[in-house]
């Protein structure tokens, strides 16, 4: 059974610092996503990585992926209070054609002022 | 605008009850899927739909629920008789193969008293 997990589950953060959240998981994949939920709101869509050694950015999100240590982080860079969100990865192992995404338990993250 | 649009956005039923959950989906997609979130918990899978036929199930997923594209575009997801832990927020997605993308709806809330 693939398992992921995230940590820190709740991270506390001011504005202008960096962090990083970690999402780890248990066997090989095909592709690693990364969400954000805004309360009560859907999944947008931050980052597809499909290989190892994968980096993508946008804005002060940086996401990378190593398949061998099955480690994925994001970066968050300068944090701003319009990032406070739960941050969820997920990891696509595909049994059959489709896809079928395993998510984390998520990172709830507040930026303070 | 939303790419998946889904209805109803909120729904509340009496235990026992049928639900029934509708999605349309963005036209050119070719793999549907349904994933729920319990209040505060991570987002699991529930079904996988290809060529009018389930691709594959979790074990979420049991003789209560069952799916249908009956028009070749609603995607609908049946829920025969609620219980109480039915209640939760459910996603439809959608993606083309291999492209990497896939994209949620803004998801139908249902609440089971």
């Known amino acids: 059974e693939l398992k992921v997990e995230q940590n820190p589950l709740f991270l506390s953060m001011q504005e202008g610092k960096n962090y990083t959240i970690y999402c780890n998981y248990s066997?090989?994949?095909?592709?690693l996503y990364w969400y954000r939920q805004d309360p009560g709101k859907s999944l947008e869509s931050l980052f597809v990585?499909?290989?190892?050694?994968a980096v993508k950015q946008e804005g002060r999100l940086m996401a990378s992926l190593d398949t061998k240590a099955r480690l994925s982080t994001l970066h968050i860079t300068a944090a701003v209070h319009d990032l406070s969100a739960t941050y969820f990865c997920?990891?696509?192992?595909?049994?059959?054609?489709?896809?079928?995404?395993?998510f984390g338990e998520g990172t709830q993250l507040t930026v303070n002022p | 605008e939303p790419e998946v649009t889904q209805t109803p956005s909120h729904q509340v039923t009496q235990m026992g009850q049928e639900v029934i959950l509708r999605c349309v989906p963005i036209?050119?997609?070719?793999?549907f899927y349904w994933y729920r979130q319990i209040l505060g918990q991570k987002v699991e899978f529930l079904v996988s739909?290809?060529?009018?036929?389930?691709?594959?199930k979790s074990e979420i997923f049991d003789d209560q629920f069952s799916v249908e594209r009956p028009d070749g575009s609603n995607f609908t997801l049946k829920i025969r008789s609620t219980k109480l832990e039915d209640s939760a927020m459910y996603f439809c997605?959608?993606?083309?193969?291999?492209?990497?993308?896939?994209?949620f709806g803004e998801g139908s809330r249902l609440t089971v008293l």
């Open positions: 990585l499909l290989s190892n050694g």
């Open positions: 036209s050119n997609h070719l793999y």
């Open positions: 997605a959608t993606d083309i193969q291999n492209t990497g993308e896939l994209f």
């Open positions: 997920a990891v696509d192992k595909r049994e059959t054609s489709g896809s079928r995404l395993t």
């Open positions: 739909f290809y060529n009018n036929e389930i691709s594959e």
């Open positions: 066997t090989t994949s095909d592709r």
